[in-house]
């Protein structure tokens, strides 16, 4: 069993794999955390699916497509808080109007640039941690610890602004720029998962650990621990699936987390389906 498990890891783009399952893992996890808890899932969908027409942009004229996934992040952020507050329109109206325009502009793009060069769309929505560089590494690598020193500054004001944004802005705190602020950080997280699990998939490890892990503790610190836990685990175990039985990455990756995410369900001491209502605590 040991070696079948060490054994992969004399191969390069193994060892990258891991790099990368292990941040993106963390890094969704507590990123994530503040959506499921602010209930604005269908955010992390909208900026995930925006950042492709950037990313096709970025490979047309050379560019890193990380700083173009971002642009489009940003882009679609702005302009979803755009019409939430110049139009009567409701936000969840909003993301779906965004989230749809930016990725048919993106498909559109990329159907274009696949006339005159080879590229697999595949790679861009569902992830290939198996084929990541070293540069991709670390790029990820500079991306994750700045989302996380940002976090771990920022730790106590955006829990205030998440629980009760009412409260912190009466408190005097910049809710506009929090706010912003985390969405910056939500772009950031799924421009540094879009190798391992694509755009479409990444909803999954930005949601799903931190949803997992809510059904099993309480309070807003222990969902980050135990969420990064569960999405790293997930990470590594869809990595390795991947490697022995060829299946997709990110896919396999979803489908661990999803696995983990059912159980907690099924078997939660406070909230399981299976557990009679006399037996939680």
Known sequence: MLQALIEPLQYG????SLIIAILVGLLCAI?????MVQR??????????????????????????????????????MAIALIKTRSPIKEDAAMGIVFSAFFALGVTLITVIQKDNKIDLNHFLFGNIL?????????????????????????????FYTFDPLGAQA?????????????LL?????????????????????????????????????????????????SISGMYLSYFYNLPSGPAIVLVVSALFTLALLFSPRHGILIPSTNRR
């Open 13 to 16: 783009f193994m060892q990258r």
């Open 31 to 35: 990123v994530g955390s503040y959506l």
């Open 40 to 77: 604005l899932a269908l955010l992390g969908d909208a900026i995930s699916h925006s950042v492709l027409p950037g990313l096709a942009i970025a490979f047309m004229i050379g560019a890193n497509i990380f700083v173009g996934a971002f642009i489009a992040g940003v882009l679609s952020t």
């Open 131 to 159: 084929g990541v560089t070293a540069d991709e590494v670390r790029d990820t690598a500079i991306i994750a610890a700045i989302v996380l020193i940002v976090v771990f500054l920022l730790y106590k004001e955006l829990l």
């Open 171 to 183: 408190a005097g705190l910049p809710v506009n720029r929090l706010n912003f602020g985390l969405m």
């Open 186 to 234: 939500i772009a950031l997280t799924i421009v540094a998962s879009m190798k391992a699990v694509g755009v479409i998939l990444v909803l999954s490890l930005l949601i799903t650990p931190g949803a997992t892990a809510y059904l099993l503790v309480k309070r807003l610190h222990e969902v980050m621990i135990l969420g990064a836990v569960i999405g790293v685990i997930s």
